[in-house]
């Protein structure tokens, strides 16, 4: 439960002063004075009718803390349970708003993670709020795979992953970047991302911190803050968190022949279950 109040008192502090990203992306090149969204990150929770179970879901989440903000509520894949997607946590509470579990729901038969399952949706529809202009992207031309990598420009895997970014493209794979400076807001590394992302060349800013050759300092209204809360709300807990277009997380670091791998067993398994789902 402790751990469980912390997490959720960090997201209030995260909700109150995000700002939100637009609309969807593409692989395009970012431009170097991208505006921050006017629009908040997170929408209104919606209303839930007196008496039910959602209701009493989210009374007993406020009785932790008041004023948080649930990503995702719903019925759980476990009867008398909702759902909640809260800090980038799943949790289940049951439908009197007594109970509450946290951790892994496994389906057996189907062998998957329910609740990975829920985070991958929620992280598909925060990523399309993230405008190509807020990128900073390395791609091939026409690329089999497209992946967003949120990085920080001091942690090993995340200068490892960019030092093979090369060979990454020659996989097939573009890589989009979004910015996640892990010591948080008002940290070197934070002011360093900034300048990166208002660079007249983010690519060059990005490659040249993740090298430790100097970025100039510059400031523009730019995406760093907002994408930082985005990765909170995903469950990101270590940099490089690598998702796929449909939000799956795949680990942290892998090797680029690894990677493409493990992308085109999770596309076909995909292809698979559409097949058996058609009519």
């Known amino acids: ?16 002063c995000a700002q939100g990203p637009g609309p969807a992306a593409t692989a395009a090149k970012p431009g170097a004075q991208s505006q921050a969204p006017a629009t908040p990150a997170s929408a209104s929770e919606p209303a839930y009718a007196a008496g039910s179970p959602e209701a009493r879901a989210r009374e007993a989440l406020r009785a932790i803390n008041p004023e948080l903000k649930v990503d995702r509520l719903g019925p759980a894949p476990i009867a008398g349970f909702r759902e909640a997607i809260v800090g980038g946590q799943v949790i289940y509470i049951s439908d009197d708003g007594k109970y509450l579990l946290q951790g892994t729901l496994y389906d057996i038969a189907a062998k998957k993670n329910l609740g990975e399952q829920s985070l991958a949706a929620l992280r598909r529809e925060l990523l399309a709020t993230v405008p190509a202009r807020d990128r900073i992207v390395f791609a091939p031309p026409n690329p089999k795979h497209t992946v967003t990598v949120f990085t920080d420009v001091s942690c090993g895997f995340c200068r490892k992953l960019h030092n ?85 997380q795949f680990g942290g670091y892998l090797p680029p022949a690894q990677l493409r791998a493990a992308l085109d067993k999770h596309a076909a398994e995909a292809e698979t279950a559409r097949t058996a789902a058609a009519p």
């Not at 469980?4 to 209030?12: F, I, P, S």
């Open 1 to 16: 439960m402790k751990r469980l109040t912390l997490a959720l008192l960090g997201t209030l502090s995260l909700s109150a």
């Open 164 to 248: 093979e970014i090369a060979e990454y493209n020659r996989q097939g794979i573009a890589v989009e970047y979004l910015a996640f400076p892990r010591m948080g807001p008002g940290s070197a590394d934070f002011r360093t991302m900034e300048s990166v992302w208002c660079a007249a060349d983010p690519r060059k800013a990005l490659t040249d911190a993740k090298n430790d050759r100097p970025v100039p300092k510059k400031t523009c209204k730019n995406p760093v803050q907002i994408q930082y809360a985005l990765g909170q709300r995903m469950g990101l807990t270590g940099t490089p968190m690598i998702l796929s277009a449909d939000g799956t």
